[in-house]
């Protein structure tokens, strides 16, 4: 049995057929072309061929006469172009030895001025180490003049004090002490407190009649502790003593350490004590505890100034020790 082919199967082989058909039908084509026109072509060749051997005879003439023309030229550009490359070389070459020279001369001027650079600078550095060692000289010499001085003041005071000491063994007098002044401010400051109090007639520490704290109402028969005197609060608790009229302490006892009692508190007792240590009563007159407490602050502050002078001087007779040890 034939198998029935599809259409395109035989549209491909109808193609291939075609086109092989094509091929056969332009080589013979070719072919025949080649062969009218080859004797056509030899013909041209034959009849060009002395026409161009004519021209080449007519312009090889020509070409060497322009040749020979053309040579001077060439050689003459050729040589103006080598004597400006050998100008331009001599200008060069003179130029450069000229910078070179100027180079070593600058080179020659900067080496002489380091060098009296340098000279001036050794001469100014040997100049300032003569003056500082003429400076330490004196120095030296001040330093020593200085503790000289320093120690012959050390033994000037050490002397004096020597003597002050003999002279207060010899009198009997003992060494004040530096903290009287303090009793004296203690003193002034109770003064002005009692003061303020001795103004003002209301009780500053009782406890008042209608407090506004809830819960609190005073004892109306207030109970009396064993021992304690049942003194109306209008009498005056301290007898035979009456206060000023303008506030002071005046007027009061000589000494208010014995008429206070011991239950009066610290403030009396400060007063009292500070009375006995300036030598005052505390019932004198403000302006004779002014003057007494002048006084006694003037010599605490004398007593001071002496204390300060023998520490300086000691202290500026350890220094040259310490300088010594150092050196």
Not at 118 to 136: I, L, V
Not at 160 to 170: E, G, I, L, P, T
């Amino acid at each position: 049995m034939f198998r029935r082919k599809s259409r395109g199967q035989v549209i491909g082989e109808e193609l291939s057929e075609g086109f092989s058909h094509v091929r056969v039908a332009a080589n013979e084509a070719t072919r025949a072309a080649a062969e009218a026109l080859a004797p056509r072509v030899e013909a041209a060749r034959g009849a060009v061929g002395p026409r161009v051997e004519a021209a080449r005879d007519a312009l090889t003439p020509r070409v060497e006469a322009a040749r020979d023309a053309l040579n001077p030229r060439v050689e003459a550009t050729r040589g103006a172009i080598i004597k400006g490359l050998d100008t331009a070389r001599a200008q060069a070459e003179d130029r450069l030895t000229t910078a070179r020279q100027q180079a070593s001369t600058a080179r020659d001027q900067a080496d002489s001025e380091r060098a009296e650079i340098a000279d001036a600078s050794r001469r100014s550095a040997k100049k300032t180490a003569k003056r500082a060692k003429k400076n330490a000289k004196r120095a030296k010499k001040t330093a020593v003049g200085a503790r000289r001085d320093a120690k012959a003041a050390l033994a000037d005071v050490k002397a004096q004090a020597k003597a002050a000491a003999k002279a207060n063994r010899a009198s009997g007098a003992k060494k004040r002490r530096r903290w009287p002044f303090l009793l004296v401010i203690v003193g002034v400051v109770g003064a002005v407190v009692a003061k303020k109090r001795a103004k003002t007639d209301d009780d500053l520490w009782g406890a008042p009649s209608d407090s506004p704290v809830r819960g609190y109402t005073e004892d109306p028969q207030p109970s009396t502790a064993s021992g304690v005197s049942a003194t109306p609060a209008t009498d005056d608790p301290y007898p035979g003593v009456t206060a000023d009229t303008d506030g002071t302490i005046a007027e009061k006892t000589d000494d208010y350490k014995s008429v206070a009692p011991d239950d009066d508190g610290p403030l009396h007792g400060k007063l009292a004590d500070s009375a006995h240590e300036t030598g005052t009563a505390v019932g004198d007159s403000p302006e004779a505890q002014e003057e007494t407490w002048s006084e006694m602050i003037d010599a605490t502050k004398d007593n001071d100034d002496a204390a300060n002078t023998e520490e300086a001087a000691k202290h500026a007779a350890k220094e040259p020790t310490k300088k010594s040890k150092g050196s």
